[in-house]
């Protein structure tokens, strides 16, 4: 059934595949991963997020396997700055933060690291988004004193995306003020 399902996706287009799914995770997991492996247009980055961002999320709450399809086809689809408010809107930043700051698997913290980075690249709708299951901003104190705290034991590649994620923090308007001053006195207690 699963191959049934994957040949009508790719005679109608992946889209409209992702957005009829409503079958199992694992046929969820196996859509999820061709996206991520998928070298996709600006078109279809442009569609994809609107019919399965939803379902993508809801992979970064299953386990270990289905996080890693949908973190990947999520850092695909995150690549293409108009999906930042997609992506945002359908829940994907609470997710990431959980599994950024709570996993123990390197390859997921890069992946969720990464993808964040792409979202915070460009001032936007994810600066008044919930980045947390309590509905914390980005630029909330503790989320960029765990961003900190992250940098001294995650792998050299999540560190250029925390580095990265906190850049898309500091250069936002909504967080400068708060940004400074966390830094600092983060800086000055690390001393």
């Known amino acids: 059934m699963n191959h049934v399902i994957l ?11 992702l957005l009829s799914i409503t079958g199992s995770d694992k046929v969820k997991i196996e859509m999820a991963f061709m996206v991520g492996r998928m070298s996709l247009t600006n078109s279809s ?30 850092y695909n689809l ?5 999906n930042a408010t997609i992506l945002v809107d359908a829940g994907m ?13 390197a390859e997921l913290n890069e992946l969720a690291a990464a993808t964040i980075a792409n ?4 001032p936007g709708h994810w600066e008044l988004a919930s980045a947390d299951k309590k509905g914390h901003s980005m630029q909330f104190e503790p989320i960029v004193s765990s ?16 580095l990265c ?21 983060s800086t000055v207690s690390n001393a």
Do not use: H
Request: charged share 15%.
């Open 7 to 17: 040949i009508d996706c790719q005679m109608y287009g992946l889209q409209s595949g």
């Open 45 to 74: 980055k442009e569609q994809i997020p609107c019919q399965s961002g939803n379902v993508l999320v809801e992979l970064l709450r299953k386990k270990s396997w289905g996080k890693a399809a949908g973190l990947q086809a999520l």
């Open 78 to 82: 995150s690549g293409l700055d108009d």
């Open 93 to 105: 930043l609470p997710a990431l933060t959980d599994i950024l700051f709570e996993s123990q698997d």
């Open 119 to 122: 979202i915070v690249s460009n």
């Open 147 to 162: 961003l900190l705290c992250l940098l001294s034991v995650v792998s050299p590649p999540c560190q250029v995306s925390v």
């Open 165 to 185: 994620i906190l850049c898309g923090i500091a250069s936002s308007p909504q967080a400068a003020g708060n940004f400074s001053s966390i830094t600092s006195s």
